[in-house]
């Protein structure tokens, strides 16, 4: 086993290097046991920074869903209008919204993963310190300076591993969250442009514009019959007028997908 | 033998019987990595971790004891273990 011995060895090289202190040996312990606790802190604050990166993903799944029911309800009414090329233009961009849908998911099985990871290094670590504790006030207690010397270095090379290895894998959880969330960031921002639309419905995207438009001129031309219906007929009902009125708006269609094509690039 | 995964994973120690079966993946993953070949390291990696995982038993929180070997995580690259084994500056523990 040359290898994995070998990488052991590099390892422990480094991590005794970044213990090695203090003239009398009882003293290192103090000291190391002060930097264990500086790594517990830290291992804690990396599980939290996981955590607040996976509730900000959940987050934006939430936003993203929200906005992909908006454009399925959105392709349904304009089918249900006859506007084919605007439910197209509303599937289109469901799809590309459910891209970024199965980015996330993927990323936010990744943070997932870590967290658990690294809550389980967290305890793990914990218990180490606190057994460390106990050994570190045992050999204070029993032995002198000299004695203490093969004590203590038993004692050190097993919590200085756990240090190391905590070490790296909360630096590679800080970087692996700082680039998660710098790809937040931009989706944030693409919610925000309207590229994806408003998820809170406050800005109107083009097809609610035109779905609106559609819709109010179709109720203006219902109120249009029905204003004929009183005026013309006395108590004339507004079906039997309807029915031309309701036309109206069917002749303006053909007109319609040429124009909205030609608006957009 | 007491084996640490690096990763956070911990540490599990694996009866001595199992030597040669170890013995020999381990050297399957020394090659791959001194060859560069990326698709063999990952492969050699993966068995020997899994190896590991089944014949081993993980240590008790609370036990401070030293390690025989050591192994990557699953994710490391080959590229990580190399700057590993050459790397002797800084860089490897934090702070």
């Known amino acids: 086993m040359s290898f994995m011995k070998r990488l052991k060895m590099i390892f422990s090289a480094k991590a005794n290097k970044a213990l090695d202190r203090a003239e009398d040996p009882r003293e290192?312990?103090?000291?190391?046991?002060?930097r264990q606790l500086e790594m517990l802190q830290k291992v804690r604050r990396g599980v939290a920074d996981v955590a607040t990166s996976r509730k900000r993903l959940e987050l934006q799944q939430a936003q993203l869903q929200g906005q992909s029911d908006k454009l399925e309800n959105q392709s349904r009414q304009a089918l249900a209008a006859g506007r084919e090329d605007?439910?197209?233009e509303a599937l289109t961009r469901r799809s590309g919204v459910q891209q970024q849908q199965q980015d996330l998911a993927a990323q936010h099985a990744a943070l997932q993963a870590e967290e658990e990871?690294?809550?389980?290094a967290s305890q793990r670590l914990q218990a180490k310190?606190?057994?460390f504790r106990t050994r570190k006030e045992t050999i204070k207690a029993t032995y002198t300076a000299a004695e203490a010397q093969t004590k203590i270095g038993e004692a050190f090379s097993g919590i200085s591993?756990?240090?190391?290895?905590v070490g790296l894998a909360i630096q590679r959880a800080e970087d692996k969250t700082q680039s998660m969330q710098a790809r937040a960031g931009a989706i944030d921002e693409l919610l925000a442009s309207g590229a994806l639309d408003d998820p809170t419905g406050t800005a109107k995207d083009d097809i609610t514009v035109e779905l609106?438009?559609?819709?109010?001129?179709?109720?203006?031309?219902?109120e249009l019959a029905r204003l004929k219906g009183e005026i013309g007929g006395g108590k004339a009902p507004d079906a039997i007028?309807?029915?031309p009125a309701a036309g109206a708006p069917a002749e303006a269609t053909p007109a319609e997908p040429a124009k909205t094509e030609g608006d957009r690039p | 033998m007491i084996v640490r995964i690096l990763g956070g994973e911990g540490q599990l120690r694996v009866d001595d019987t199992h030597g040669e079966l170890l013995n020999g993946l381990d050297s399957g993953l020394e090659r791959a990595v001194e060859a560069g070949d990326e698709a063999g390291f990952r492969s050699a990696l993966a068995d020997l971790l899994a190896q590991v995982r089944t014949l081993g038993e993980p240590l008790a929180d609370d036990e401070l004891v030293e390690s025989d070997a050591l192994l990557p995580s699953d994710d490391a690259t080959l590229e990580e273990v190399r700057a590993m084994l050459t790397d002797t500056a800084e860089g490897l523990i934090p702070g």
């Open chain 1, 28 to 34: 290192t312990l103090d000291y190391s046991y002060e």
């Open chain 1, 86 to 88: 605007l439910a197209r």
């Open chain 1, 117 to 120: 990871k690294l809550t389980l």
């Open chain 1, 129 to 131: 310190v606190d057994a």
């Open chain 1, 161 to 165: 591993e756990e240090m190391g290895d």
């Open chain 1, 212 to 222: 609106e438009r559609m819709s109010s001129q179709s109720d203006v031309e219902l």
């Open chain 1, 241 to 243: 007028e309807a029915s």
